[in-house]
């Protein structure tokens, strides 16, 4: 168990619309990463977000956006869905200096 | 951050150990070393980090040469259980904007 916490697991939604998912760090990690795997690609690093600051962002879409709040949990909201999200989404968090610990992601599935 | 490449994959048999060699010509003075485990459907895994020379745990061994533009991840005696995809990634500790490459898929066969 990384310590990092991911929900829901699964989610199964319609094109067009919006959702949000959800992560809580390792207690303690300050820093909460995004991650986009699809099938027939890598790992995506969409966002990283520090101590409730957004500190880098990746290939993110402009239909995807992040906030982590005060207790240092983060949401990844994702609208205007298309088939083309349908993909595994990954939460990270770490200390510094210390490495990435990953949650065991969120599946979407845009029908 | 440093460019990492990576064979795209390798078989083995069970018991025998696997090395992995990670090329990165462009590491900086700053950057650790760092490998993860992947298998279907979990996030990744933290295996083992190094500076140089060599690094043990109780999973693996990390194995870097003096002038840090390579190294290799040692498996000893692997299982079936060690089939799966294995990132070496590059970073000075901030992570920000940490990319994985494309991995190496290790496949290990009775």
């Known amino acids: 168990d990384s310590g990092v916490t991911q929900t829901p697991k699964h989610l199964i939604t319609a094109t067009g619309q919006r959702v949000t998912l959800r992560c809580s760090p390792r207690?303690?990690?300050?820093?909460v990463y995004w991650y986009q795997q699809s099938l027939d690609q890598g790992l995506q690093f969409l966002i990283q977000y520090y101590n409730g600051e957004e500190r880098a962002k990746g290939n993110i879409l402009e239909r995807f956006s992040a906030q982590q709040f005060p207790d240092l949990h983060s949401e990844l909201n994702l609208s205007s869905l298309e088939l083309g999200d349908s993909a595994l989404y990954f939460c990270?968090?770490?200390?510094?200096?210390?490495?990435?610990?990953f949650g065991n992601g969120t599946r979407l599935t845009v029908t | 951050l440093a460019k990492t490449t990576q064979p795209i994959s390798m078989d083995s048999y069970e018991g025998q150990e696997v090395n992995i060699t990670c090329s990165h010509n462009n590491i900086a003075t700053n950057d650790y070393i760092t490998w993860y485990q992947q298998f279907p459907s979990q996030g990744p895994r933290f295996i083992i980090q190094g500076y140089k020379t060599k690094v043990t745990n109780e999973v693996a061994s990390l194995f870097i040469p003096a002038d840090r533009k390579s190294s290799t991840l040692s498996l000893p005696r692997v299982s079936l259980s060690d089939t799966a995809v294995y990132y070496c990634?590059?970073?000075?500790?901030?992570?920000?904007?940490?990319?994985f490459g494309a991995g190496t898929q290790v496949v290990v066969t009775p």
């Open positions: 990634l590059v970073g000075d500790g901030s992570w920000g904007k940490l990319q």
């Open positions: 990270a968090s770490s200390a510094p200096g210390v490495p990435l610990h």
């Open positions: 207690s303690g990690d300050l820093s």
